[in-house]
């Protein structure tokens, strides 16, 4: 079963307005991780924030960290029309196992 | 600075053929983890290696092999395609497995299988 979970599984916005993603996921972990993709090509690391965290900001970006709730958020302020992209938040349970992907939002920011 | 490489970036096989993916980690980097992208979906763990040994185990049909040389570059070989093996495969690479950095990742190969 999933790990991480996405929602919303696609997010139409207007360039300036601010986007919300959300992640949930199911067991303990060591840090999880954010991720874009534009479409067919790489995942670009975003931004990673360990357990022991609770938010964490870089430029237009906020990620916050509930693990009592097990989940996410990924804030992007401003949008932009380049936002344009899937985003995936990964979860490692341990250091040394593998990063567990969830389905994605497909994120679109109209001009 | 330096990324993570992967070679080719796109690959054409017949089905029943064999193919073989490398992935380059960045500098010092010592943990390689392979992924699979099918259309649509999310990243698929396949296999994942520290030191040159294999650490962990996902989704990977015994088809696939991998291995990581001694130079931490590692290769993913495919063989008796399918057409479902058709993907985009990612590399990523860490140090440490992880557990002071965060993992980057290849621009990926996109498999075609016809």
């Known amino acids: 079963s999933q790990q991480g979970e996405e929602d919303p599984q696609a997010l139409s916005i207007q360039e300036g307005e601010n986007a919300t993603m959300n992640c949930s996921y199911k067991?303990?972990?060591?840090?999880l991780q954010w991720y874009r993709q534009n479409s067919g090509r790489g995942l670009v690391h975003l931004i990673l924030?360990?357990?022991?965290?609770r938010e964490k900001h870089s430029g237009r970006l906020r990620v916050t960290l509930d693990t009592s709730k097990k989940s996410s958020s990924l804030l992007i302020t401003a949008s932009r029309a380049a936002d344009t992209a899937s985003y995936f938040c990964?979860?490692?349970?341990?250091?040394?196992?593998?990063?567990?992907f969830g389905p994605g939002t497909r994120l679109s920011v109209l001009p | 600075a330096a990324g993570v490489i992967q070679s080719p970036r796109h690959l054409i096989k017949e089905k029943r053929e064999t193919a073989t993916l490398k992935c380059y980690p960045i500098?010092?980097?010592?943990?390689v983890y392979w992924y699979q992208q099918g259309p649509g979906q999310d990243p698929q763990f396949l296999i994942s290696?520290?030191?040159?040994?294999?650490?962990d185990k996902g989704s990977i049909p015994d088809r696939f092999s991998a291995q990581q040389f001694s130079d931490y570059h590692s290769e993913l070989n495919m063989s008796s395609l399918e057409l479902g093996d058709s993907a985009l495969y990612f590399c990523?690479?860490?140090?440490?497995?992880?557990?002071?950095?965060?993992?980057?990742f290849g621009q990926g190969t996109r498999l075609t299988v016809v």
């Open positions: 924030i360990r357990s022991n965290e």
């Open positions: 990523a690479s860490s140090f440490d497995r992880g557990r002071t950095t965060e993992a980057f």
């Open positions: 990964a979860t490692a349970l341990n250091y040394g196992q593998n990063f567990v």
């Open positions: 067991t303990s972990i060591n840090n």
């Open positions: 500098p010092r980097h010592d943990t």
């Open positions: 290696f520290y030191e040159k040994m294999q650490s």
